[in-house]
């Protein structure tokens, strides 16, 4: 037998009734079709390459190199011997509980390439894993959906209805996303007016862009971000830490590109960019301390939403978040201008099937949060 505790899970508090009981226009998907696999690193990240909701997040070379070996699992869903989803998951396993966490980021993915978008195939993936992970596994699941342009987005309606509580939202939840569909004249005319004068400040400067070797370009970069993250003094809480192995270990299909901006014949700014399935995306960048005043950074990704307006299969140029930077906003809404988005990334979901999951699901995420505190904290005093 199960037991539901009314126990706070990320800031969620439980409800009476599930979704579908408050609106049984939601009809739960038949799973019965639907087979789950898991399967090798490797295998995963060649059948990712397949989907047009392919980010970073749901790499396996980008989370084994960011969490390391025996922490994550990929998990694949078949119809009819046919890929039909899947996704990376961040387990934890508690000792003598037999229970434990296990986090599925921005995912899973499910919109293969030359298919719609299809929400009753999204709602039958939840649904199974739900059962796999919370009822066979008795582990606590939650989800983090993508922030993503989706016409009429049920998902978060879908997973209220699956019975999974909506958590806490992220502290700077907006994502700026660039309509790369237009040609450059268009975006260029639908740009933010003052985005548009640095950018054109930016292109009189004597810039080399090029997309370098993963040899070179790696070096290069690593060295731009470490000077960057010496001079500045901020505290880094992206997955630097997993770029050598994203690049060593990722199928062509969906390795990302390292782009380098030199001028005078020394590299002042860079970026690693992730073109794969329909949106690309800006995953870290870098600058020498002569890259404001040259205004580099309009440059380079300026550069980049070029090159991707000629990708057919591209678009949306997604420039992540701004870590609740005000200048980090004005530059990327600037940007977004008056064709792109900026979407709301949705909280996360949680379910568990019992009593012990639940805590073990709530005490996962308040450890989180206190030491994500401590850790600002110290880096605080450090600086004074």
Not at 350 to 378: C, E, P
Request: glycine share 8%; proline share 4%.
């Amino acid at each position: 037998m199960s037991f539901h505790s009314p126990t706070l899970v990320d800031g969620c508090l439980p409800t009476s009734k599930t979704a579908i009981d408050q609106n049984p226009t939601l009809i739960l998907p038949l799973t019965q079709e639907i087979e789950l696999k898991s399967v090798s690193a490797l295998e995963w990240d060649n059948l990712a390459s397949q989907f047009k909701d392919i980010i970073p997040e749901q790499m396996a070379s980008f989370n084994l190199g960011h969490w390391g070996e025996g922490k994550v699992e990929f998990i694949t869903f078949w119809k009819n011997s046919t890929l039909a989803g899947g996704a990376v998951l961040i387990v934890r396993e508690i000792p003598l509980t037999g229970s434990g966490i296990a986090i599925l980021k921005w995912g899973p993915l499910c919109w293969l390439k030359g298919r719609d978008w299809d929400h009753e195939l999204y709602h039958a993936l939840v649904a199974k894993l739900k059962d796999e992970i919370c009822h066979k596994r008795n582990l606590h699941l939650t989800i983090m959906p993508s922030a993503r342009p989706i016409e009429k987005d049920e998902r978060e309606d879908i997973l209220l209805a699956l019975g999974f509580k909506r958590g806490a939202g992220l502290a700077a939840p907006e994502r700026y996303l660039v309509n790369v569909k237009e040609d450059p004249r268009s975006l260029m005319k639908n740009l933010d007016q003052k985005w548009r004068y640095n950018l054109r400040k930016a292109l009189k400067n004597d810039f080399k862009i090029e997309i370098a070797t993963p040899e070179r370009g790696l070096d290069a970069f690593l060295t731009l971000y470490r000077q960057m993250m010496d001079r500045k003094q901020f505290l880094d809480a992206s997955a630097i830490d997993a770029l050598e192995k994203i690049m060593e270990d990722s199928p062509e299909a969906i390795k990302p590109i390292i782009v380098l901006v030199s001028h005078q014949g020394k590299i002042t700014a860079g970026g690693v960019f992730h073109v794969a399935g329909n949106m690309a995306s800006y995953m870290f960048g870098a600058t020498d301390d002569r890259a404001l005043k040259l205004k580099a950074g309009y440059a380079l990704h300026w550069w980049v939403a070029e090159m991707l307006c000629k990708e057919q299969s591209v678009d949306w140029y997604d420039l992540g978040g701004n870590d609740l930077d005000k200048g980090l906003h004005q530059f990327k809404k600037g940007f977004v201008g008056k064709s792109g988005h900026i979407l709301m990334a949705p909280p996360r979901y949680h379910h568990s099937s019992s009593l012990i999951s639940n805590l073990a699901g709530y005490a996962a995420f308040q450890l989180r949060d206190v030491f994500s505190s401590f850790k600002r904290t110290v880096h605080t005093w450090t600086k004074r």
